[in-house]
């Protein structure tokens, strides 16, 4: 059979099943004290858990509870959340836009529910993946404002040794997108260049479009093709800081059980789930639960193939990419907050003081709306020594004392409570006469 005939096939299949079971979407203000509570109730697909997330995430609510089930053909979601101040969610404006998103209209608004790429000729897209080192990101500015672009928004991960940035830029003089191809050309081996540095790594790898991704799991997706959750003998995360993750078999119910305990903080869910997504788990139930400063995640899944993990190499690998998932996001350093007036090269300049300071980016947040450039900075002593507050003061001074603010050092992570990894929150939903027979075995067959 034609591949293209028979995806066509399963796309009117799936509208088919859509339209006789719209997606249902009740959000309730009244049922917890604390929280404004989302019910999803929606025909089941791979990959919907990680649309409904990241769909809440991406209009900056914090989920602090979540259950999950999904067996069979129907998916059936419910969320706890709040937004930043702690607050529930009662702007009506908020509200309509998450029944529009997840509910019945959504079926015929591909673009509200997409989570691939979407084409955009008001920028030209970039993604950077490389070795990470002092100055990397001020080098990379550099040799875009050598070559006219102006940086209009960005993200940059570091994490164990790699470096990931996704970035849209737009032509100095015109404003527009970057589309003649030789100039493409010539960006791309200056920056692949860059990437590559005094040790020429075969590594690097540069890709320029006008099609973008959403930024978040893309930079995942990337940071796990480099293979970043590979433990190293310099790995930063010691046993202390390390996430408590666990991956254990329930062979009666033919389930691997993931569990997650860390510190919580914002878009932890969707980082984990992101990632289950992407390396073709799929989840059944889950219960997420947030336990003061801390998370406790709890996934019953599956391969797309239908097995649980089936060998302790898996088990490892799994263990090692959620355990990456959730340190990336996780910046060490000292928060900066530049505010000011977007202009041309002001990445290139801000950064370039950086470098000349002694001081490494470890991860950025650079966006620029209405003429206003919003740039969040994590930095620290490219040395490993804890940044001086006398170059922190003389870096304001060059820039402007009310253009960059200080927002402090985040908290050390603490160690986590060592749990036993068979005390499942979910292991209530299965109780029957086989349940007294519940075991699970850590040896992989």
């Not at 089941?44 to 979540?66: C, R, Y």
């Not at 590979?230 to 202390?240: A, H, I, N």
């Not at 088990?315 to 505010?339: F, H, M, N």
Request: hydrophobic letters at 35%; proline letters at 3%; glycine letters at 4%.
């Amino acid at each position: 059979m034609n591949m293209s005939f028979s995806h066509d096939m399963d796309d009117e299949y799936e509208k088919l099943i859509r339209r006789m079971n719209p997606p249902r979407v009740v959000v309730d203000n009244e049922a917890c004290k604390n929280a404004t509570v989302i019910r999803v109730d929606s025909a089941n697909k791979h990959g919907i858990l990680l649309e409904v997330v990241q769909i809440l995430t991406d209009i900056n609510l914090i989920i602090t509870k979540a259950y999950i089930s999904s067996d069979g053909n129907w998916f059936m979601d419910v969320f706890n959340v709040i937004d930043h101040d702690g607050n529930k969610i009662l702007d009506e404006g908020i509200l309509d836009y998450i029944r529009k998103s997840l509910g019945p209209e959504s079926c015929f608004i591909p673009s509200m529910r997409s989570v691939g790429v979407k084409q955009s000729m008001d920028n030209t897209a970039i993604e950077l993946t490389g070795s990470d080192r002092p100055g990397l990101l001020s080098e990379v500015c550099a040799v875009l404002k050598h070559l006219k672009c102006n940086v209009v928004n960005a993200e940059v991960w570091t994490h164990n040794t790699h470096a990931a940035a996704v970035m849209q830029v737009t032509d100095e003089e015109t404003g527009t997108a970057i589309t003649d191809p030789e100039r493409l050309a010539r960006m791309k081996t200056l920056l692949c260049n860059v990437l590559k540095g005094s040790s020429k790594s075969s590594l690097a790898k540069t890709v320029v479009s006008h099609s973008v991704t959403h930024t978040e799991r893309r930079l995942h997706q990337m940071m796990f093709a480099d293979r970043d959750y590979e433990r190293t003998g310099e790995d930063v995360l010691d046993d202390r800081k390390r996430p408590n993750v666990n991956v254990v078999n329930w062979y009666d119910k033919d389930y691997s059980v993931v569990t997650i305990r860390c510190k919580d903080r914002p878009k932890l869910l969707f980082d984990t789930v992101c990632t289950l997504t992407d390396m073709d788990y799929v989840v059944f139930h889950a219960n997420i639960d947030t336990l003061g400063t801390d998370s406790y995640q709890e996934y019953y899944i599956r391969h797309i193939d239908g097995s649980p993990v089936k060998s302790d190499a898996e088990r490892q690998r799994v263990t090692q990419c959620l355990e990456a998932a959730i340190a990336r996001r996780v910046s060490e350093g000292l928060k900066l907050e530049l505010c000011t007036t977007d202009r041309v090269g002001l990445l290139s300049d801000v950064t370039r003081i950086f470098r000349e300071n002694s001081l490494s980016v470890t991860r950025a947040e650079v966006t620029t709306k209405a003429g206003k450039a919003v740039n969040t900075f994590y930095v620290r002593d490219a040395s490993g020594y804890p940044v001086d507050g006398k170059t922190i003061d003389s870096i304001r001074q060059v820039i402007g004392q009310t253009i960059l603010k200080v927002k402090g050092n985040p908290e050390d992570n603490k160690p986590n409570a060592q749990e036993s990894p068979t005390r499942f929150l979910f292991g209530g939903l299965f109780k029957s006469r086989s349940f007294v027979n519940f075991s699970l075995v850590r040896s992989y067959s």
